[in-house]
């Protein structure tokens, strides 16, 4: 995985400030990319959560030369506060999520994220977790489907799609990234060019079905704001617009609180040297968020 690059690092940085030494915890570690940047600058201890164990076996081969300052965590972040309270850890001088799917769960045959290669329906992330997008999509009602593509995947024709999904299960149990791209692209309706894949918006919708990705992501949040010292440093890192809204509101009602100050008044995104060099930085939106006394 050595091609991985990931986003917004310089501005993670910034708002971190990790020179000043202390405990970091990376709710989202993945591969180890911003893990090793703030060790690089000066964190003296890092707490790193995954729910995916092929990427943690990765960020400790990345992280190995700080092995003695780093802990790496099988866990969700939605149990972060319950895994901080196990190790005694109460307060945090800096805290990262880098929401969304990793680099290497959208590039690595097998995983079934994506619709490039014919592969297992299988979208999960944690894989030590039961249900599919294969069991998702051969039972789930036709309503539910409509809504959960309309309301992640933000697509229009949801109710076609679903309508489509359905009459084909029938005939044939949809197994294969290939064969539900097939399906979504002869449901949507062909007007002109488009930038993106037809199927783009459904993928999109079921990975997060599948993986809860937005369920609780409120909670977490406010919990982990809790944990930051005065002065400390929550960021957010995120790709689609329903994460950046929750992330946005639940920030204000912090502030609004008393519990939190906000750091970036509109989301930081990418420049164009990093988009450059980084195509998937694009739709990456960061926020920054302080803790007060």
Known sequence: MTGHVPVLTADVL???????????VDCTVGLGGHARALLEAGASRLVGFDRDPDALTVASQTLAPWADRVELVH??????????????????DGALADLGASSMQLDREGRGFSFMRDEPLDMRMDRTEERTAAD??????????????????EERFSR??????????????????????TIVRRAVPVRGYSRIDPATRTFQ???????????????FLIALAQRLREGARLVVISFHSLEDRIVKHTFRA?????????????PETAGDKELHQNPRARSAKLRALEGVA
């Open 75 to 92: 866990s969700d972040y939605r149990h972060v506060e319950r895994e901080l309270d196990a190790r005694g850890i109460d307060r945090v």
């Open 205 to 219: 919708a079921l990975r997060i079905w599948v993986n809860r990705e937005l369920e609780g992501l409120d909670q």
């Open 136 to 153: 998702l999509v051969a039972t789930a009602s036709e309503p539910d489907l409509a809504d959960a593509i309309f309301q992640y995947g």
């Open 14 to 24: 910034r708002h971190l400030r990790p020179e000043r030494g202390g405990l970091f």
């Open 160 to 181: 076609r799609i679903a309508r489509a999904i359905v009459a084909a299960r029938e005939i044939e149990p949809i197994l294969t990234t290939g064969r539900l791209a």
């Open 254 to 266: 912090l502030q609004q609180a008393g519990r939190g100050t906000i750091i970036t008044r509109k």
